[in-house]
């Protein structure tokens, strides 16, 4: 399976790092109901502004650790904000001392954020998109410093010893860091060093692993193209594994592959029940392979209702963000729903035949 850049988004900071961040949003946003949007934005910023001084307001020294705590606090707001700019620069006087502000630094630097900076006084960028630039191309592109000290600050943070406090931020750390080197942006491509990290972040799988690592892990062995790492037992493995931890894309996939018989036994039980309890999760994919397999156990109403609905989609960039679902299966899964659809209309299949509207199903599959 072939990615680009923009298909693989960053693992993002653990939740457990922004709880003070967000209760503080939380306990303004309740107190001042009042105020406007404009208003509150800007109270809160100067109430996180205020408390990254080193005294208090009876001029008492403050705790080094909190006021680095409530810096990367206000670097987070900014960053939320899209001020990606002013984040940037707490993020990194601070990350020395705060992994967590390594880690956003990272981020900003690897995924082009301080190009879509949206302060008021900024200009728009004139960079060239990274969406578009295959790995050959990242080595010639004007980011490619950006992307090589994001990678290096991911890097540091992956290569990190386990502990209870950081196991969850190294983790995603280290699926970043197989990111990069499985596309090759920000050092030299290499499928072996994406492998290494991908399994160290999956954590075999435990409570702890990276659930998008255990997915990434399932689609990488299933590459006919790589013969080196092919390896479908390997793909159930992993799918089943990230299924198991909650993975959507993973659920369907493991429907898929039980529905034809990959790396399995196919079994029409076990492949109807993954593929229905993703679909209702929002697993695309997994909604047209199942109008298909309405369409061939002779379920022509369910197949052509379910198929309309899937037919219909089209922000696929906004399902695969609101889903974590890659844009290539939602795609496949509209596909399979065009082509069920298309059936029914030709064949009068559940519905009055219409070979006008099967004509264009069909050629919505083709084009």
Known sequence: MDFKKSQIPSEQLPDAYQIDYLNTLAEQIQSNESLTKSDLYEKLELLLVERTKSTDEKNRKINPKKIT???????????????????????????ASYYPAMFQLGIILYDDLLDRDESEDDQKSTNPANSQ???????????????????????????????????????????????????????????????EFWVKSADNGSEYGNVTAMTYLAFFYSRKSEPEFFNLDKTYF?????????????QGALGAMYYYGIGCKKDYEAAYECLTNSSERGNVFSMGLLCDYY???????????????????????KISRETNCLRDFICKGIGLACFTLARCYEMAKGIEKDTNKALYLYKRVLF
């Not at 960053?79 to 006087?93: L, M």
């Not at 290096?152 to 197989?178: R, S």
């Not at 309309?308 to 922000?315: A, F, T």
């Open 69 to 95: 705590e409530n810096r990367f606090i206000l670097a987070q707001f900014y960053f939320d904000s899209r001020r990606f700019k002013k984040a940037h620069d707490i993020f990194d006087a601070i990350k």
């Open 238 to 250: 992993w799918h089943n594994e990230a299924c198991g931890n909650g993975s959507l894309e993973s």
């Open 295 to 317: 369409y061939r156990n002779k379920f022509y109403v369910k197949a052509t209702e379910l198929a309309k609905k899937v037919s219909e989609l089209n922000d696929i960039d």
């Open 133 to 195: 630039v295959d790995s050959e191309a990242a080595f010639r592109h004007p980011n490619r410093e950006k992307w090589s000290r994001g990678f290096e600050y991911m890097l540091q943070i992956a290569n990190l010893p386990l502990d209870e406090v950081n196991k969850k931020l190294i983790h995603q750390a280290q699926f970043n860091v197989g990111k990069a080197y499985f596309l090759g942006f920000g050092c030299k491509q290499s499928d072996q060093k994406a492998e």
